[in-house]
C-alpha cells in the first residue's frame, strides 16, 4: 500500500461518452492517477434504480470500460462495481445508519422521481432509486478514500456520505471511516451546441452531445452547426453558444489558437467560421487518437477484459478488509466456511 491519498470516483454505465462526460470528469480522472491512489468505478449496481433494458446493461459496462481505457485511464485502476458484491453487502450496513428522512430530502431522488412519473415510468419509483446514495455512500467509505472528484451536483450525496461515516463512527465508539472530501478541480461546463443554455447531455437526443468516438465528419458537422448569436444579446456580453465554442477550444487544448480567436473577438473582428473550425481540428485531433486507442483495444478483447477482472478482484481485496472490520466492529458473524 502507498501512502498516496485514496481518491475514489464512479460513472454509470450508460452507454456513449460524449464530450462534456469526457472534458467534466474523465480527463480529471487521468490527470489525478498521477499523484493518488485512484481507484474509479463503474457502478453497474446504480444503473438499475431506474427502469433500465437488462439486455444492455452488462455491454453498456464493458463499453465503458473499453471508452475509460481509451480515454487514458488505467486498467489498475478500474473496477466494475457488481464483481465486487461488498458494495451491496456495505449499503445494507449503512441503510441501518442512516436516516430515511434524509433520504426522502436528496435533490435528485426528488428529481428523479418526479422525471420518473412524468416520462412513462408508469409512476414506478424503486426502493433503490431512495437508497442510490446509500450505495454511493458504500462506494466511496469501503476504500476510506480521502476524496472523491465529483461535480457540484453530488455535493448533497458526499455530505451525506460523510454523515453515514459519523454516525456509524460514533455508534460503535471508534474513528474507523475516513469522512471523504469532495475534491473540486477546475473543469469546464460543456453545454449542448444545439442548445448552448443546457448542458451537454446524452438524454435531450442526438444533436445534444457530441460522442468523443463519433467520426470525424461528424463532429465537423456538429460544430459547423453550433449554435453561436441568437440575435437578441447584450451589447459587449458573449452569447452562451459562442463562450461554449471558447471554452471546448481551450478545453482540448488549444490555448493558443484560443487566445488569438478572443483577440480578434475583442477587436469584433472574430469570424464564427474559424472559431468552429479551430474547434474542430481540436475535438477531431483528441477524438481520433481515443478513436485509434479504442480499435487497439478491441483487437485485443478478450486479453483486456481479463485484465479488468484481474484488477477488480485486487481491489475487491481491499473493499473485503473493510467488510471484516466493520463486521468485527457492528456485531455481525464473522466467520470463514
Ligand atoms: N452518483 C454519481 C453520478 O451520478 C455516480 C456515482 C456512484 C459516484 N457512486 C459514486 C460518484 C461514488 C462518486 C463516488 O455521477
Redesign the pocket.
Known sequence: MSDKKVV?????PTGDMHFGNYFG?VKNWVDLQENYDCVY?V?DY?AMTMPYEPSKLRQNTWELIFNLLAAGVKAEHLFI?SLIPEHAELCWIFNCFTSYGMLQRMT?FKDKSSQSKETGGEGFISAGLLD??V??AA??LIYR?DY????K??EQ??ELSRNIAQRFNNQVGKEYFVLPETLFTEVPKVMSTADPTRKMSKSAGDKHFINVFADESRIRKQIRSAVTDTGEMEEGKMSPGVENLFSLLKASGRQEAHDSLIQDYNAGALKYSDLKEAVAEGLVALSSTFRERKAELQANKKEIKNQIKGSTWEIRKRAQQTIKDVKDLTGLMNVRF
Open positions: 475514489l470516483s464512479a460513472i454509470q470528469a468505478g457502478v446504480h462495481q435528485q442510490y446514495p450505495l454511493q462506494d466511496i478514500a472523491v472528484p465529483v461535480g451536483d453530488q450525496h458526499l
